[in-house]
């Protein structure tokens, strides 16, 4: 159930998904994988050998860092193994020389070194993009850039092989055209360009803003997504303004790049932009919305219903869209440069009282996580199998106050890790490293929260 958020795809879910489906579906890259494997299996399995390949890297002057108890079946793996092996390479044929490396000898061919070469080429930005796409830092925002961006570098890619030349140069070329291909059919990543959410964080990304047409698939409608940041900032105006629903804030139907209820992107997202008009400017038939209401004045059923002005609903919905236009329009026309590393939230809260309404949707879409990593990783530390699990009998509110809590407990003023006694009796060790297996009901776990924070 998603409790009334919105699904956001974890990018790094979707490119490992692309990158995984290309290493499964070409031979040549099998062929490295397995190579690499066997390699890694010979000094797994013998003592011996790993002292002889120490002795030899300490003779050569290279790391002694050996990565065989590192390894998983996730392709990042296998790239930093492949990275190493590529590292190693002298060492590792002089050590076959001597000491004979089985089966996986025979792969250690100029051709394995070449294509080896050529994956970690092909695979080196697939692993930054993902690596800091899952920092704790990153914002929705880099999303389409880092996305763009694998797109331009897997266009260029074959060029660089064919000029560096080579037996497997062919070879190289087809696994960079093979990972263009299985990239830009790739269905999730392609909605990507077509999603709310993502645009309009990129767009409320100073460093980003004035690049949108180039991240954009070619053909894109700007307006239409400038037109939709103007709506989304009157909703924020109108909230703030505490005014009744309205039938002419209903969410247009021609903005189709609504979610559905299982948080998927309609298909076509860019059918009718072009068609999108404000919803204050459609025709309507504002009567029908007086009927029963004939104990209200005329300036009270025009007030009702966001046509009057007044001190206590504030602007009217006319104003409210002038404003947000020129909100809007006054921040994509802002030419101060924004450096790379720069923190949005500072950015914005800096220019809190300029635009407050632009500021407030912004620090709700810039504070959005690329990726599961942070959660997964915060899961992960609670080790609790009763959160873990599918089946987990817990309510959503209770698992968010124990993140809450894991995540930070270190904060609060004054807080000294203290023992908790269930409410069954048990005792629960110390908080800070035993709120892995609490399952605590959800007013237990309030109760507990509300003592730290009066503390």
């Known amino acids: 159930m998603m409790e009334g958020y919105t699904h956001i795809p974890c990018f790094a879910h979707c490119l490992n998904s692309v990158v995984r489906n290309f290493l499964c579906h070409h031979y040549s890259v099998q062929i490295i994988l397995s190579t690499a494997r066997a390699i890694c299996s010979h000094f797994q399995g013998s003592a011996e050998a790993r002292w002889f390949l120490t002795q030899l890297q300490q003779q050569c002057g290279l790391p002694t860092h050996q990565p065989f108890w590192e390894l998983s079946d996730h392709w990042v793996s296998a790239y930093h193994l492949m990275e190493w092996l590529v590292e190693q390479q002298e060492l590792l044929r002089e050590y076959d020389e001597k000491h004979q490396l089985g089966k996986a000898g025979v792969g250690l061919l100029a051709m ?8 970690i080429v092909l695979l080196r930005p697939f692993q930054m993009v993902v690596q800091e796409a899952s920092s704790p830092q990153a914002s929705l925002s880099q999303v389409l850039l880092q996305l763009r961006y694998l797109h331009i570098f897997l266009e260029q890619v074959p060029a660089h092989f064919e000029g560096q030349g080579g037996g497997e140069t062919g070879a190289a070329v087809r696994l960079a055209r093979g990972l263009a291909l299985q990239l ?10 077509h999603h709310k959410e993502f645009v309009l964080a990129t767009l409320l990304d100073p460093r980003f803003k004035g690049q949108i047409e180039a991240i954009l698939p070619v053909g894109a409608d700007i307006d239409h997504w400038m037109q939709i940041l103007v709506y989304k900032v009157k909703e924020i ?3 703030e303004y505490s005014l009744p629903p ?14 559905t209820q299982s948080g998927r992107i309609a298909k076509g997202p860019r059918a009718k932009g072009r068609g999108y008009k404000d919803p204050v400017q459609r025709s309507s038939s504002p009567g029908c919305s007086w009927l029963g209401q004939r104990e209200k004045s005329l300036l009270e059923q025009l007030e009702s219903v966001g046509l009057l002005a007044s001190q206590r609903r504030g602007a009217s919905l006319s104003t409210e869209n002038h404003l947000a236009t020129v909100s809007v329009r006054k921040y994509l026309r802002e030419n101060k440069p924004v450096g790379a590393q720069e923190d949005l939230l500072a950015y914005w809260e800096k220019r809190r009282k300029v635009w407050p309404a632009l500021a407030r949707l912004a620090t709700i879409y810039l504070s959005c996580p690329a990726t599961s990593a942070s959660s997964g990783s915060v899961l992960a530390s609670l080790g609790s199998p009763t959160i873990v699990e599918n089946s987990s009998p817990l309510l959503v509110a209770t698992v968010e106050h124990l993140l809450f809590s894991k995540t930070n407990l270190e904060n609060f003023p004054n807080y000294i890790p203290s023992r908790l006694t269930l409410p069954g009796g048990d005792r629960a060790g110390e908080i800070g490293s035993g709120l892995g297996s609490l399952a605590l009901g959800s007013d237990a776990l309030t109760v507990f929260l509300e003592g730290l924070c009066h503390r």
């Open 184 to 193: 830009s059919t790739d269905g999730q990543l392609s909605e990507l360009f």
């Open 246 to 259: 309205s039938p002419f804030l209903q969410s247009p139907k021609a903005m189709s790049v609504d979610t």
């Open 112 to 119: 394995f070194w070449n294509l080896t070469n050529s994956l």
């Open 237 to 239: 105006m109108v909230s």
